[in-house]
């Protein structure tokens, strides 16, 4: 089994959403976060004042699955994602042992 976890742009997340369900994954945590790579934020004015946002808004998606599906689950999700510029984030892949469904005990791939 394998974990994805993608960092996006927050008005990609319905195009993602969308692209793992036509592959059939069902399940995914979602979260919104914030951060900066190369961006390395921008300038606002507010009221008058200039200020530097540092952190940008992102969102954060985890989805663990059988290692099957994962090449196309990565090209969905980069594909969903990209938008050719600056900031569309980045995808994680690891390696996850075991997985456990607790309300039946399932284990394995079956838990996912």
Known sequence: MKK???IIKPFKLEEVK???SDLGIEG????????????KGHTEIYRGSEYTVD???KIKIEVVLAESLVD????AVV????????????V???SIDEAIRIR?????EKAI
């Open 4 to 6: 994805i976890e993608a």
């Open 28 to 39: 995914m945590t979602v979260t919104e976060v914030k951060g900066f790579g190369r961006q």
């Open 104 to 108: 039946t005990d399932e284990t394995g």
């Open 92 to 94: 994680f892949v690891y």
């Open 72 to 75: 196309n689950a990565i090209s």
């Open 55 to 57: 952190f940008l808004p």
């Open 79 to 90: 594909k969903a994602a990209k938008t050719g510029k600056i900031g569309d984030g980045k």
């Open 18 to 20: 969308d692209a793992l």
